[in-house]
């Protein structure tokens, strides 16, 4: 009897285990970013993927079927930061730039990007994984400068370390003998959609001007009255042979960049640059100062002064501007740069300061293909 009773405990609790609704697996929300041939992107969930083909869910279009043949790259979306009120930011390729500066991001393989300026156009290619080439020109082409850069991620996906170059020519003004380069390190702090950038560069340009002044100049110094048959007399010193450079500079250069997203398709971009220098240029003045002996009334000594005038230059460049994003292909920014400066100037005889101050409004567009 025992027995029955058991069986019948057993037999009324396995039936009410089996009444109970199987537990269902717990569903993957992972999003992708799924870019077909032709250029258009889908983002969803992939609720299958066969091999010939893939079923995409997505929240606009519903489930849609995507052969495989036409798909580009499949790469997983960011749920944190490349969604914005609901609707899909995306990384983009535009993200690795600001206005004039670059940040630490690479750019992927397949994800060229054109940028066309009221000055000139630029193109910028991925060639190698985290190093890209790029060309930046003027709509006549001089001058021209060539642009490579090399980034370095760590294990930090946040903070990426990047190295960069602009080798420049003055192309047809001057018969190309104007030439300049950049060369720069930079650290990035962020996600592809909002991020810091600090550079440290160094720059340098030759006009390939030069200007030769029609006066003569002496070697500047001290120098004592010398006897020549019981006469004493001033000397002259050797002559200065000097060219003017024109436009000449060498320059460290700081910069602070940085991307913030304010909308679902916009974004506050901001590019600061401090560039300063330091120079020597020719005079047009030298001074000579005569000294005679109180005693005798004779030529003691001549001083020439020195004919060089030595500049320092401090320039503080800010672009801020706003980029509208209409598609992951395409944006448009607008930035309200202006430059403060302050030139220093300083000679044997006197020292002044000039300051100025200019806008530089720029009109951007971005394209990707």
Do not use: C
């Not at 009221?118 to 910028?124: D, F, M, R, S």
Request: cysteine-free; overall charge positive.
């Amino acid at each position: 009897m025992k027995i029955l009773i058991s069986f019948i405990f057993v037999l009324v609790g396995l039936t009410a285990a089996a009444q109970q609704p199987a537990s269902s697996p717990e569903q993957d929300t992972t999003k992708y970013l799924v870019v077909r041939n032709n250029g258009i992107e889908y983002v969803g969930q992939i609720l299958s993927d066969d091999g010939r083909e893939i079923l995409l869910q997505t929240s606009q279009l519903g489930k849609i079927y995507i052969p495989k043949s036409e798909v580009k790259s499949i790469t997983k979306v960011d749920l944190q930061n490349d969604f914005k009120a609901g609707e899909f930011l995306g990384q983009g390729v535009f993200t690795t730039r600001y206005q004039f500066t670059t940040n630490a991001f690479p750019i992927q393989k397949g994800e060229n990007y054109a940028m066309v300026n009221l000055y000139g156009p630029e193109v910028h290619l991925s060639v190698a994984q985290n190093f890209s080439v790029g060309v930046m020109a003027t709509w006549i082409a001089s001058p021209i400068a060539l642009a490579l850069k090399y980034t370095i991620p760590t294990q930090n996906p946040k903070l990426n370390f990047g190295l960069g170059t602009l080798l420049g020519s003055s192309g047809y003004f001057n018969q190309g003998k104007g030439y300049g380069g950049l060369h720069w390190a930079m650290a990035t702090y962020g996600t592809r959609r909002t991020n810091a950038t600090f550079s440290l560069g160094y720059a340098y340009f030759n006009s390939g001007f030069n200007f030769t002044n029609d006066y003569t100049y002496y070697t500047p110094g001290t120098y004592a009255a010398v006897l020549q048959q019981g006469v004493y007399s001033f000397p002259i010193p050797e002559t200065i042979n000097y060219q003017n450079e024109i436009g000449n500079f060498q320059s460290p250069i700081i910069g602070i960049s940085g991307i913030t997203a304010v909308g679902k398709k916009a974004s506050f971009v901001w590019d600061a640059m401090i560039i300063t220098g330091r120079t020597r240029k020719i005079f047009d003045y030298q001074q000579i100062d005569y000294f005679y002996d109180p005693n005798t009334g004779q030529p003691s000594s001549v001083v020439y002064g020195d004919p060089f005038a030595e500049v320092k230059g401090t320039n503080v460049v800010f672009m801020p501007g706003m980029r509208f994003q209409k598609d992951q292909n395409r944006a448009f920014q607008v930035t309200l740069a202006g430059i403060i400066g302050k030139r220093e100037v300083k000679t044997n005889t006197e020292s002044y300061t000039n300051s100025y101050s200019f806008p530089v409004p720029m009109l951007s567009w971005f394209y990707k293909f």
